[in-house]
């Protein structure tokens, strides 16, 4: 126990935030047309100039890693160079960005209009954005925004472009391509594209990885992309992708360039344009493809107010600090440093803890608006007594509270101070009143079909309870998702919540085997980082102390009397993610055959979730989304409760049932937490 | 006096050797007599009474401290200093840049360094010899040296002397009038024999011995440990200085250990001769300093380094004398002893003598130099060289940081000294050929050899010098370069003096890493000063000296001014452990020829792996049970 003075943390209350300035604003008072054609000349890198997309290319073509790879391809294939040459040449034309600032004004212009009917402010941090100039100056530089949104990257350059910085080169997924002019209008804004798969492809990864780390270490523009590779359905974090991270931090571990510097940006949407589309998606609605008249329809999207967003530029995180006493340069000394390796253990994980910090920098950043405070409140309630909703009186004074507690843990609440409460909840539900009815003073989801048929066209009759199911979901998801934007403030403390609920007893070491069990039980589905147990617990003991809820002596965790009401809503917060476990485990107890394919998992599980809601034995519809399904696989997986058994076509699974079984009853508190499993505080 | 010397013909040849011969022996004040020393003589040091006239003619005295600084660099009669004027001149009358003014040099000191004429920080004047620890004496050690008659002495400054080499934080602790462990007794033994008979008496007496060169040390090697309880005895080499043969059948020689470099191609040059062996210290350090070091000379790329070129070695161990049964120019006997002695920085015993490759004088010498638009475009050229395998005597390529330093040591008049852009038409340079003044940096050349050939040479080196956008920018900007090797020594005392402290260092390292540690430990060092508090920005450079077929080897300066910090040589000490930590992780060796000593000691196991310690452990455990020779260097 003696460990607890070892991790001293910083008080999240206390960390100081930059101020927003509203970019729309000049914008609605002065041309577009004119700013779109403004002089555009950023500062640069130790004063390089932009290269051409051409030289880039021939650079890449010319690199000793690829002619070494080149070399090799041909001898294991018998092809010859010149072929595999060309092959490169092909696949480097269809990867590479070609960023022309006529495009780039195109879309300044267009943008500017769109934005402006969209949102009611785009906020930008101007001191974030000095940093960020600074840092372009000194160091190669990697723009590592959050991902909620399609727009996330025309966003980014937007913004660049308007404060006269260098505009980025972004690694974009190869599904824009699909849209074959908006894919190359994106490659002349800076985009560049990459496969979403190419595991084993050795020129494929040789030509990608070349190609970033010669824009990178020639510091011609910054590199852009998204840590957590793909959009978040959900809003929470998704656990961070390593490729390019290990790509961009490779040129400063192998002394090419002295350091690289990492900005984590976080954009808040205060409504997501997707957010009905995430929801069907994660309820197995099946995803249109990404197509340009796909995009164009979402033209009724632009009717519709989503608020305001606001994007934060991170303090530039040093590659060279970071890496500091965790790696040791010196083993790349050994061989020529052009031929590939393989990454040592402590690369690997330096990497990993790296990219978790980085997604940590993001959420912190992310400016919650009070929407998300009320959403949580709403969801909490739906599922306390379906029918009736909440009093809006009830609801703003809860909301107040959930301000404050949520502000002491941290939180970038972005709560207007100069109106009163009851405006600031009232003006929140009307921004998303398609989620919530008001009805008599009380305010609830809006799960049953208001009124009308749950789709124009459809017979009444014909809605299966199933599908009435699946779309009450769609808005549980909605809102769902919303709160998940809070979830990073409130997971520590919400673990522990749920940790003394199941702990057996008050004893310190008790409370931690739980905390610890629930921790690792839902590190896919959170961004907890890796080996930081003690540290959460310290951080959650703290504020669930400074807070006055817990009373944390050195060997006992006691709720206070007022703790209660925080404990409570803590754990309830939890409460989907535990349930949605338990059932898992139990699908896979039940269900599980000999053959279950790890491709058929989700529609099975999905099957045996909508059963186990329609008969009434589980509350949470939020259960039924899939990256919840996928996430509690990946834990169970990582466990090892399940086995992937890899068979002639496809992978089945293979359960421990004693395992399984164990983990459903320990997540429902009828066991104790094993202590040999967990580490000592 | 040679601004024209790209004259040709014989007489300019042999005005060339000479004035070669001065820069190399002018320092000593006329003192180049007969052929005296060459002689297979007998130990002199068997009478007390010692041939006070051949005394005289060596470089080193026995008591250094009567021509050389006992807390600062060279001759106590030459130094830098700001006039009453504010001009920077150079005291004395042994170089050529003696009692000449340097007027850009005050402008370029304050605006690197931010320094100022105001703030000074002058050395204590004399050692108080109070500040000296009382020696711990081994009586019986000493009864018995008594008999045998070989010089020693108690002396707090001659204790002192032996005490330290030349890195910053002993030199600045000198300054200050802190000494630490010292010696406890100075011996100076006049031959091999003695030799024997000390290490003998050490054995016998349980004392420990610390082999003293020339003093010259950047690696903390002569330092005493601090530990040690056992009397500290300086085996004070300084003595044992002559030639004791020349056989030019063979183009070999046998030398006593103890000789000073410039001394030795004194006497070499006298009959003809030279070893080519010359590293910047030359005029102090020793040859058994060079074989305990694996010292590097400038023209390496025709003479090679000192690895190659001795043919025998004589070194008196606590076990005995370890040397080869013949004089054969290559051998397959086993892993080569010589390779435990070189770089055996002392730790092993005493080098007494060594047989040398000699070379005939070189008959032309010529000087040059070339300008590129960017360091890149420079190191690319000597990586081209080094392919083609024809590096002329020297080449050295220094960055732009350097390229100015040395302008602002340009001096007032001389028709040597002219301005480096002067000279070259400085408006062609920097602006009629796009070089931008704040980015080109310069190579400069030594070639030597027979005249036609060096002409050859020089061909070939400048045809691909063009290549890499080089410019041929004159032979007087390339000798004053290597000139100033010997003066930029006593530069860092005129720093010291205004709260400037610094020091070099260097590594070797592969051809394709050349540019990324050169910017990389450049960076680390102003970054790591940022983070240590020094308010100034440190000046940060290098250069390329050495070229190999493999790599290159490379030099660091840095400097800082220290105003405002408590603990400057603390900080000092910091930044360039973290220059060491940035130039290994960017695949640079632990030294190219400084050594190791106890400064590097902490990476020597990273550096030779577990095995690799153990085998040199077991050597040393062999040859000296009782660490006699307990200077704790290296392991
Ligand atoms: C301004 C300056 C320039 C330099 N330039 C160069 C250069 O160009 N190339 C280069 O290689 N080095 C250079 N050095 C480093 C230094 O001169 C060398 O390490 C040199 O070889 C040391 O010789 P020394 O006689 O001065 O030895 P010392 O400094 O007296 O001793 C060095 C080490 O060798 C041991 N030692 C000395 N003599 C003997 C002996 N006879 N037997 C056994 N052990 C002995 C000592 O115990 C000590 O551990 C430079 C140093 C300075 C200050």
Known sequence: MASIAVYSHRDPMLKKRDDFEDILEERRNSSDLRYALRCYAPVLYKGVAPCKSGMLKSMVLQSDQLHYVINQLSKETGRTTADVQVQASAILEEMAHCLQLSTVRFFAFTLCKVFKTLFRSICVNEEGIQRLQQAIQEHPVVLLPSHRSYMDFLLMSYILFTYDLSLPVIAAGMDFMGMKFIGEMLRMSGAFFIRRSFGGDKLYWTLFSEYVKTMLKNGYAPVEFFLEGTRSRTSKSLTPKLGLLNIVMDPFLKGEVFDVHVVPVSISYERILEETLYARELLGIPKPKESTSGLFKARKVLSEDYGSIHVYFGQPVSVRSLSEGKVNRCQFNQQPRHIPRRTGEDINSFVNDSAYRLVRAQEENMVLAPWVLLASLLLQNHHQNQTQGMAVDELTAQAVWLRDVSRQYGAFLHWPEHIPPSEVVSSSLSLHRGLVRICEGRVQLAVEPAGAPAGPGEPHSSVTQEEELLSRAVTVLSCASYRNQALHIFVRPALLASAIHTASSCQKQEVFNSFSFLRNMFSNEFILCPGATVQDFEEACYLLGKTGALQVTQQEVLVTEGGHRTLAFLSNMLDPFLQGYQVVCRFLCEEVTETLTEKLFIPAVRKFIIKHLLEGRLRYTEVLSSDLQKNSLAALLRIGAVRKVQGVEQATLKVNRVMVNSLEDTLGGKLPTQKAVVARL | ?635
């Open chain 2, 1 to 635: 006096m040679a601004s024209n010397s790209s004259g040709g013909g014989s007489s300019d040849r042999q005005r060339i050797a000479q004035q070669r011969l001065r820069i190399i022996a002018g320092h000593l004040q006329g003192r180049v007599d007969g052929d005296s020393t060459i002689l297979a003589a007998e130990c002199k040091a068997q009478g007390s009474q010692t041939d006070v006239s051949s005394e005289e003619k060596k470089t080193v005295p026995r008591r250094r401290q009567e021509i050389m600084k006992w807390n600062g660099w060279g001759y106590s009669d030459t130094k830098f200093l700001f006039n009453k004027k504010g001009q920077a001149e150079f005291t004395g009358k042994r170089y050529r840049l003696s009692g000449m003014i340097m007027p850009a040099l005050k402008e370029w000191f304050e605006g690197t360094f931010g320094a100022s004429m105001q703030h000074k920080s002058l050395a204590t004047p004399v050692l108080t010899s109070s500040a000296v620890q009382p020696p711990i004496l081994n009586e019986a050690f000493e009864e018995e040296l008594k008999s045998t008659g070989i010089p020693s002495s108690h002396d707090a400054e001659d204790r002192v002397y032996r005490a330290h080499g030349h890195c910053l934080n002993e030199i600045f602790a000198l300054r200050e009038g802190k000494v630490g462990r010292v010696p406890d007794m100075v011996v100076w033994p006049n031959c091999h024999k003695d030799v024997v008979e000390i290490v003998e008496l050490a054995c016998k007496h349980d004392v420990c011995l610390i082999p003293y060169g020339g003093g010259t040390s950047v690696s903390s090697a002569l330092e005493c440990p601090p530990e040690e309880t056992r009397s500290i005895v300086s085996v004070d080499t300084s003595q044992m200085n002559r030639i004791l043969w020349i056989d030019e059948k063979n183009l070999t020689a046998r030398v006593e250990a103890g000789i000073v470099g410039q001394d030795l191609e004194r006497l070499l040059n006298e009959s003809g001769y030279c070893t080519g062996h010359e590293p910047d210290s030359m005029e102090f350090s020793s040859l058994g300093g060079w074989v305990a070091t694996r010292a590097s000379g400038m023209k390496k790329n025709i003479y090679g380094n000192i690895e190659d070129l001795v043919i025998h070695v004589k070194m008196v161990t606590p076990q005995g004398v370890i040397e080869k049964s013949c004089q054969g120019p290559r051998m397959s006997t086993g892993p080569d002893i010589h390779h435990f002695i070189m770089g055996s920085e002392g730790t092993l015993g005493v080098v007494t003598e060594v047989t040398m490759k000699i070379r005939p004088m070189p008959e032309y010498q010529k000087y040059g130099s070339v300008v590129f638009p960017n360091f890149e475009q420079g190191v690319a050229c000597l990586r081209e060289v080094a392919k083609q395998r024809c590096a002329p005597a020297s080449i050295r390529l220094m960055d732009n940081e350097q390229f100015k330093f040395g302008h602002a040591l340009k001096p007032q008049v001389s028709s040597l000294f002219t301005s480096f852009l002067d000279g070259l038409k400085k408006f062609y340079i920097t602006k009629f050929k796009g070089f931008d003044p704040d980015r080109l940096c310069v190579a400069t050349l030594l070639f030597e050899g027979d005249r036609e050939k060096v002409l050859q040479h020089e061909k070939q080196v400048y045809d691909i010098a063009a290549k890499f956008g080089g410019l041929a920018a004159g032979e007087d900007n390339g000798q004053r370069g290597y000139m100033l090797t010997f003066v930029i020594a006593y530069l860092r005392d005129l720093g010291m003096d205004y709260y400037v402290i610094g020091e070099s260092f260097e590594t070797s390292v592969p051809w394709d890493r050349v540019l990324d540690i050169c910017r990389n430990v450049k960076a680390r060092i102003t970054h790591e000063c940022k983070g240590k508090g020094v308010q100034f920005q440190p000046l940060s450079t290098c250069r390329v000296t050495q070229t190999y077929d493999a790599g290159a080897c490379v030099y660091f300066y840095f400097a800082f001014n220290y105003r405002g910090l408590s603990d400057p040589v603390h900080v000092y000490e910091q930044v360039e452990r973290a220059a060491r930590e940035e130039i290994l992780a960017n695949g640079g060796s632990l030294s190219h020829h400084h050594g190791v000593g106890k400064l590097r000691k902490e990476w020597m196991r990273e550096t030779i792996s577990n095995v690799g310690m153990g085998m040199l452990k077991s050597v040393k455990d062999y040859v000296d049970p009782k660490n006699i020779f307990g200077n704790r260097n290296l392991l």
